[in-house]
């Protein structure tokens, strides 16, 4: 890779350069810090899980298989039936379905098989929201393909519109990232916006990663699916969906997903963690199994992240209006100027936000769409996040003018 790709490359990382903003600024306010800028929940996942990685400690000297086992892919498809009404005919478990070390890295490698595919064609666009997830940018670099930046405002509902993408940019598409509920947004795809682009899809063949691993951290109704539109359509082509434990069951660390959709990826993808990748331990994968079988503990959690957002309503309603997203756990909070703000949370309340520019790059009028924002994740207790959301609000609250925009003068290094 050249020095060129690498320095790009490293510009879309934004938490290296959450570091280097507030390097030297000491948490202020004599709070404790927390840590509210990365989206990685604290709290423990059932202890059924726990106790069947125990139970499962054998296998610990067995190499998992790529597919990972029969019960995990039923498990698996099982709840995409429950979840998303998905008939069992329209998914193969063993050609539709691979288990993925964490979505993280199934979506990184996914653009390496569709950049590939696409390059001999002259496919080698990786088309992706703008703000957006900095993996995806990432991939697109590494895999040798070109980040192509979508709007996704206010004016779109945080989503990209699939009618307003230039058809030369469509024709050059190798694959697009969309994500719902939206990170860092929370914003819900419909129906409609999934079978639209599954059309454009098509039409112009390039692959949809539909990133849906916040599908079950929501406000009101369940967000519609990807792969629900597809089985509409009458076929899974040019399609995968990526669902992770990480945010469902808050095991992150497990590092346990999977991947369902279009059978030519999937072989693909099993193709890629063959050479080079990291199949799902077998404890792990007893325990996902177990994990994906159960709803009980997502609707507890689902309940936890509510008290949080009604919380967060009570403490920056009065500030922002409405802050509570149709799904996920983050706010995206329009304080003016994100990084002005990341620095005066940290002095003054040792309140740790992530600056909305750095998961955006400057559109086609000179301007940074995610540069007045400031992502908030609510990944703690209830309990924790209570005397947070109150000292975030004394903060944000007295730099606000009239005009409802962040005021702060000087960035205090």
């Not at 790529?66 to 478990?93: H, N, Q």
């Not at 929201?129 to 945080?158: C, D, K, R, S």
Request: glycine content about 10%; charged content about 20%; hydrophobic content about 45%.
């Amino acid at each position: 890779m050249n020095q060129d790709r690498v320095e790009s490359l490293a510009q879309f990382h934004p938490f290296t350069r959450l570091n280097k903003l507030l390097e030297g600024i000491q948490p202020g306010g004599g709070n404790t810090p927390l840590l509210l800028s990365l989206g990685e929940p604290q709290f423990q996942p059932p202890a059924f899980a726990l106790e069947a990685i125990a139970n499962a400690k054998e296998l610990w000297s067995k190499y998992p298989p790529t597919l990972g086992t029969m019960e995990f892919r039923t498990a698996a498809k099982a709840w995409l039936m429950r979840r998303y009404g998905v008939e069992s005919a329209f998914i193969d478990a063993d050609r539709m379905i691979a288990p993925v070390s964490g979505t993280r890295e199934a979506l990184f490698h996914i653009a390496l098989s569709a950049v590939a595919l696409g390059a001999p064609k002259g496919k080698g666009k990786v088309l992706m929201a703008n703000p957006f997830y900095h993996t995806y940018a990432g991939a697109a670099v590494v895999a040798g393909g070109e980040p192509a930046f979508l709007p996704a405002g206010p004016e779109t509902a945080f989503l990209p519109d699939p009618d307003a993408v230039p058809p030369a940019l469509l024709r050059e598409a190798a694959m697009v990232y969309l994500c719902s509920p939206a990170n860092p947004q929370g914003s819900v795809a419909s129906a409609d916006f999934w079978q639209r682009w599954l059309a454009l899809a098509r039409q112009h063949d390039f692959l949809i990663a539909a990133d849906e691993c916040y599908a079950e951290i929501y406000t009101d109704l369940p967000p519609p699916g990807a792969i629900a539109a597809a089985q509409a359509s009458g076929s899974s082509d040019n399609l995968l969906v990526f669902h992770s434990l990480s945010k469902r069951s808050s095991a992150p660390g497990m590092r346990s997903g999977f991947v369902a959709g279009d059978a030519r990826y999937i072989s693909r993808q099993a193709q890629l963690i063959n050479y080079g990748g990291v199949a799902v331990p077998l404890p792990v994968l007893a325990a996902s199994t177990l994990l994906w079988s159960d709803e009980a503990h997502v609707e507890e959690n689902r309940a936890r992240y509510q008290a949080s957002f009604d919380l967060a309503q009570r403490a920056l309603g009065p500030i922002f209006g409405n802050v509570k997203p149709g799904g996920g756990f983050f706010l995206w909070l329009d304080v003016g100027d994100g990084e002005q703000a990341a620095v005066e949370l940290w002095r003054q309340a040792a309140i740790k936000v992530l600056p909305g520019g750095y998961m955006a790059r400057v559109d086609a009028d000179g301007r940074n769409p995610g540069a007045p924002y400031i992502r908030v994740a609510l990944v703690y207790e209830p309990t924790q996040l209570a005397g947070a959301l109150e000292r975030m609000a004394a903060v944000l609250g007295s730099v606000m003018d009239s005009g409802d925009r962040m005021r702060i003068s000087g960035r205090g290094r």
